[in-house]
């Protein structure tokens, strides 16, 4: 299970990371691995590149780990890589393939991944055709998610069963793919994101570091706002918030304020005593918001998937 308010239980075939951008600054994984590897973690024993990465939080891949969602019986919204990002470079497409192959094996759970590398989303998931046979869009990423589901295959993951391609459509109508933006100058994400093929696109402005005036919502399902928590967390402005609520009811997105930060929660008082001393340390209640803000939406999934 998990603590993070939009979803209800982490999925992590793959750990480690690279920062690429201000938002990944602060990363809570980053300093989660370095415990991890601490304690001994099986999963957090290889140190990434010092630069842009740290101890125990090398790109991995887990083939181990792939079956974990074949086991749970009970629907439930997954977060995929709260340790990592999917899409990253050194994920091998192969095993996304794999990755993909268990999502749609398990149509019961709704799947929610998020990558600041949606580029490589779109470029993967689109998969446009080279072959000369004028395949539709997808349909070879597709072919190799029914390898992974085929006994005699390389990439087989032990429970699946043959017809994976039939069974299921395209996009999966039970994957949610989401980018990070955490200000103005990564916004091009959403671009990227309009581009990749899934169910409900959704964007997590979190940490959000300064207003997004350039942000377009069209084509996008879900809008997560959170500030930043933890040590060295930076400012968050709850005007930030309010500027996005307001566009996102103009595009008919849905909200979600997640928290609004570790540095409003220790500014802002309350009875004479700090939101962060009432223990609300990531300022993530609620009920210590101004009411305007107090949005908690999810998005609608009657309608078509999006390709």
């Known amino acids: 299970m998990t603590t993070i308010e939009w979803t209800e239980q982490t999925w992590n075939p793959t750990t480690g990371c690279d920062r ?33 990465s740290g101890p125990g939080f090398a790109l991995s891949t887990h083939a181990d780990t792939l079956t974990e969602p074949l086991h749970w019986k009970k629907p439930r919204k997954v977060f995929v890589n709260s340790m990592s990002d999917l899409f990253h470079a050194r994920v091998p497409r192969d095993f996304l393939a794999q990755v993909f192959a ?33 395949h539709p869009p997808g349909e070879h990423f597709r072919s190799s ?20 391609y039939h ?9 949610w793919i989401g980018t990070s933006i955490e200000s103005d100058k990564y916004t091009r994400r959403a671009d990227a994101l309009r581009k990749t093929p ?23 399902d879900w809008l997560i706002i959170g500030g930043e928590s933890g040590p060295g967390a930076r400012p968050f ?13 103009q595009d008919n997105t849905a909200p979600f304020v997640k928290q609004f930060g570790t540095h409003w929660a220790r500014d802002r008082s309350i009875g004479g005593s700090t939101v962060f001393s009432l223990g609300d340390t990531k300022g993530g209640v609620p009920a210590h918001w101004p009411a305007h803000l107090r949005v908690r939406e999810y998005p609608t999934t009657t309608e078509a998937p999006r390709g």
């Open 20 to 52: 690429i951008s201000p938002g990944c600054d602060n990363c809570y994984a980053l300093t989660m691995a370095k415990r991890l590897k601490g304690m001994g973690s099986a999963k957090y024993q290889t140190d990434g590149d010092p630069r842009t």
């Open 102 to 134: 268990v999502m749609a094996a398990t149509p019961q759970h709704t799947y929610q991944i998020l990558t600041k590398r949606p580029e490589r989303a779109a470029r993967i998931l689109t998969d446009l055709c080279t072959c000369g046979t004028g």
């Open 145 to 164: 998610m029914e390898w992974a589901a085929t006994s005699h295959s390389p990439t087989y993951v032990p429970g699946l069963e043959h017809g994976t």
């Open 167 to 175: 069974r299921s459509g395209w996009p999966l109508p039970n994957v």
């Open 198 to 220: 899934a169910a409900i696109r959704f964007i997590s402005a979190e940490p959000l570091l300064g207003p997004l005036h350039d942000l377009k919502l069209h084509g996008i």
């Open 237 to 249: 402005q709850p005007a930030w918030a309010a500027e996005l609520i307001d566009r996102a009811r």
